[in-house]
């Protein structure tokens, strides 16, 4: 069964920190793999897009890693923002179809 | 530029009643995905849309669940004789092209089933 797992489910830090968010996953064949952020009660805001054959993608403080051949990511956030507190989701698509496979997400809180 | 259009942003609706959601997509944008998020839960894929078709439903319950994205106007998803389960966020997302595109999401609606 194609699945995303996240971790931590949630993290809290302190402004000015660095975190880095972990994604999994078991779609087979990929196709791409994104970050998103979702503020609560909001939609989703895309961070970054990669193809399998892309290591790593830079969104400003964003930086995402993808290895392949373990099946997975990271999403590092350099000098948190409290901006920054919101859920981050790891989203997979296959090659075999369009649609997207959903992470639950990392809550994040950037505490001052 | 306006984003992905969704009304309403909140929809209560007794048991037994029909909701039905609205999603405007970007301009130039002629793909439309439908999207459910339980709480505590990631978005689920319902449905994908092209102008006049249905592409991918897999994602749709078999029954009471529906969705159009009519030549002229927005996409509809219509939810017949809601049930308490059925109290969720919805959100539409739009894009260019399928796959490797860029998917753009609305606010989102937020249905509660009394």
């Known amino acids: 069964k194609n699945q995303v797992e996240q971790s931590p489910q949630s993290l809290i830090i302190l402004e000015g920190k660095n975190c880095t968010l972990q994604?999994?996953?078991?779609?087979?064949?990929?196709?791409?793999l994104r970050w998103y952020k979702q503020d609560t009660g909001r939609g989703p805001v895309s961070l970054t897009i990669m193809t399998f054959s892309e290591n790593t993608k830079s969104n400003g403080r964003y930086t995402a890693t993808l290895d392949a051949d373990t099946k997975q990511s990271s999403l590092h956030i350099t000098a948190s923002q409290l901006s920054d507190s919101a859920s981050y989701i790891c989203?997979?698509?296959?090659?075999?179809?369009?649609?997207?496979?959903f992470g639950k997400g990392t809550t994040l809180s950037v505490s001052s | 530029n306006a984003g992905v259009m969704q009304n309403p942003r909140h929809l209560v609706r007794r048991r037994g009643q029909e909701a039905r959601l609205r999603c405007s997509p970007m301009?130039?944008?002629?793909?439309v995905y439908w999207y459910r998020q339980l709480p505590e839960e990631g978005l689920k894929f319902m449905v994908y849309?092209?102008?006049?078709?249905?592409?991918?439903e897999s994602g749709m319950p078999k029954e009471r669940f529906s969705a159009e994205f009519p030549k002229e106007g927005p996409s509809i998803l219509r939810i017949q004789q809601v049930v308490r389960g059925d109290s969720a966020a919805y959100f539409c997302?739009?894009?260019?092209?399928?796959?490797?595109?860029?998917?753009?999401f609305g606010p989102g609606t937020r249905l509660t089933v009394t």
């Open positions: 849309l092209q102008k006049e078709n249905i592409i991918d």
């Open positions: 301009k130039g944008h002629s793909h």
């Open positions: 989203v997979v698509t296959s090659q075999a179809g369009t649609a997207l496979i």
């Open positions: 994604c999994n996953y078991t779609v087979s064949p990929f196709s791409n």
């Open positions: 997302a739009s894009s260019e092209g399928v796959s490797s595109y860029e998917q753009y």
